[in-house]
């Protein structure tokens, strides 16, 4: 980076970002959450030990973190409202499943899961009663495909995914088709893109993979957001196309929940999953959501005690006492009634620990007022990046190029950064040692994310400062061995 002496090519963003920062109508935000200090991420134990160099400037300043495509950091209300569940828990014992307590701001357990799902629902863009906030999302992916994946050997069985899906939905899909006694060979799809060095997808390339396996496709499963390369996919065109031709379509919303404006209800989706840990900050592991469209949800003649399954039941489900409507869920009758909606695929009850520490964040997001201006500040910001990174030395510039879409209509916060062979490594020590946190992708990629509901348009020059001198860095010692 360039030294005080020098004039850095950087200082007219330095200058716009802190204007910009300033007029941020959201910057509040950021004072909510936990950044980790420089010195926080350069050190190798838990605690701080010695603070007597407190004032030490690392000591004190945020490190730039933009990888809440990865994990979101901590809200600080989030411990308040932990100390608050363990204290019902220690003063309450079994009690607080039940009993409401007057001076405390979280529902009874019993609540919770419901509280969660309402807080959720805007985000996602659904009817308060589409949306569970349960399991974790590959746990959801197979309950909902459980649910909605009837292949018919003979008929429709194939389920389209793409050729470079998240592994987990890939295994999940593999098992789905194994489980129900057919082969991935005859029966899984792959969208590959058409062009190796440009893995993008077009919107046509699916519509036209669709088309191709219609009669015999029973289930699409695709992502809102591609992980690595960051491109938003056109959730209700894709919808639409998948729905005119009978097939069901699950959307994996890992990277687009709590990143983008969603509307599934209005784009008439079918089902969806998502985690909570990355944009939804709700910590490492934390529960999962789940959307079901309310017609896929209807409920028609009980079927688990011996009656006939009917079509388009809720017999398919894999079910479990916590999907039991509430008014008889403690009768202990072995009749299941479902609850109504998306509440009627949970099975187990719900890791209260976990909810409550979703719904702290989620606190936020109702601060920020909800995902339209936190998208519209993602957007700026994402531009505000896209052009530092223009601005790097034409040297530097050589050794990357992004993958991402340019426009902001295809992309969510995150750009993927595409390096040439050899450079991943010492580019990422280079960004650890500048106290920048983004994360890497195998084989050449890394990750930038900024997240709106905490990062600022300085965190944009920051990272590429530390970029350039970075990756500079990693060229020379390619060229060195
Ligand atoms: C796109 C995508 N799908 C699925 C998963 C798996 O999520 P989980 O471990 O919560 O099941 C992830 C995790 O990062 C992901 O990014």
Same mark, same amino acid.
């Given at each position: 980076m360039a030294t005080s002496a020098e004039v850095s090519p950087f200082s007219g963003f330095r200058a716009r970002a802190e204007a910009l920062d300033r007029e941020d109508g959201l910057r509040h935000l950021r004072d909510e959450f936990h950044i980790p200090t420089k010195a926080d991420v350069k050190r190798n134990t838990l605690l701080a030990g010695d603070r007597s160099n407190d004032a030490h400037v690392d000591e004190t300043t945020p490190c730039t973190y933009l990888c809440g495509n990865s994990l979101g950091v901590q809200p600080k209300r989030t411990a308040a409202r932990i100390q608050q569940?363990?204290?019902?828990?220690?003063?309450?014992?079994?009690?607080? &499943?039940? !009993?409401?307590?007057?001076?405390? *701001?979280?529902?009874?357990?019993?609540?919770?899961? &419901?509280?969660?799902?309402k807080m959720m629902a805007p985000i996602v863009g659904a009817e308060e009663t589409e949306v569970a906030v349960m399991q974790t999302l590959t746990a959801n992916l197979h309950l909902l495909m459980s649910a909605f994946y009837r292949p018919n050997p003979n008929g429709r069985h194939k389920i389209i995914l793409e050729s470079k899906a998240f592994p987990s939905d890939h295994f999940a899909v593999l098992s789905q088709i194994r489980h129900h006694g057919l082969s991935p060979e005859t029966s899984m799809v792959t969208i590959e893109s058409p062009f190796a060095e440009d893995p993008i997808i077009s919107t046509y390339d699916i519509q036209a993979l669709i088309s191709k396996h219609a009669a015999d496709t029973a289930l699409i499963l695709l992502p809102g957001i591609q992980y690595y390369t960051g491109q938003l996919l056109d959730i209700p065109t894709i919808t639409a196309y998948a729905r005119k031709h009978g097939i069901f379509i699950i959307w994996d919303l890992a990277h687009a929940a709590g990143n983008v404006t969603l509307s599934l209800h209005d784009w008439d989706v079918d089902a969806a999953v998502w985690c909570t840990y990355k944009y939804l900050n709700g910590g490492p592991g934390c529960i999962g959501g789940a959307f079901v469209h309310s017609r896929n949800s209807l409920i028609t003649t009980p079927v688990l005690d011996g009656e006939p399954e009917p079509e388009q039941s809720y017999g398919h489900r894999l079910s479990g006492w916590w999907g039991n409507e509430k008014g008889t869920r403690f009768q202990m009758e072995t009749k299941f009634h479902p609850a109504k909606g998306a509440a009627g695929f949970q099975i187990s009850n *719900?890791? #209260?620990? @976990?909810?409550?520490?979703? %719904?702290?964040?989620?606190?936020?997001?109702?601060?920020?007022?909800? $995902?339209?201006?936190? =998208? +519209? !500040?993602?957007?700026?910001?994402?531009?505000?990046?896209?052009? %530092?990174?223009?601005? $790097?030395?034409? @040297?530097?510039?050589?050794?990357? =190029?992004?993958?991402?879409?340019?426009?902001?209509?295809?992309?969510?916060?995150?750009?993927?950064?595409?390096? $040439? @062979?050899?450079?991943?490594? #010492?580019? $990422? &020590?280079?960004?650890?040692? &500048?106290?920048?946190? #983004? @994360? +890497? =992708? !195998?084989?050449?990629?890394v990750r930038v994310a900024p997240a709106p509901i905490y990062n600022n348009f300085n965190d944009c020059v920051a990272f590429v400062e530390a970029f350039e001198t970075s990756l500079v860095a990693a060229q020379a010692a390619k060229l060195n061995k």
């Open positions: 569940y363990l204290a019902t828990w220690a003063t309450q014992g079994v009690q607080g &499943h039940f !009993k409401p307590l007057e001076d405390s *701001p979280l529902p009874t357990w019993l609540d919770a899961d &419901h509280r969660a799902a *719900p890791s #209260v620990l @976990d909810i409550t520490s979703l %719904c702290a964040s989620l606190e936020l997001f109702e601060l920020a007022g909800g $995902m339209a201006p936190l =998208r +519209e !500040k993602s957007k700026r910001l994402t531009a505000f990046l896209e052009e %530092c990174l223009a601005q $790097m030395s034409e @040297d530097a510039k050589k050794l990357f =190029r992004t993958i991402t879409p340019s426009d902001p209509n295809q992309r969510g916060s995150q750009l993927s950064l595409l390096l $040439m @062979d050899g450079l991943l490594d #010492v580019t $990422m &020590h280079g960004l650890q040692e &500048h106290g920048i946190i #983004v @994360d +890497e =992708r !195998k084989p050449n990629v």
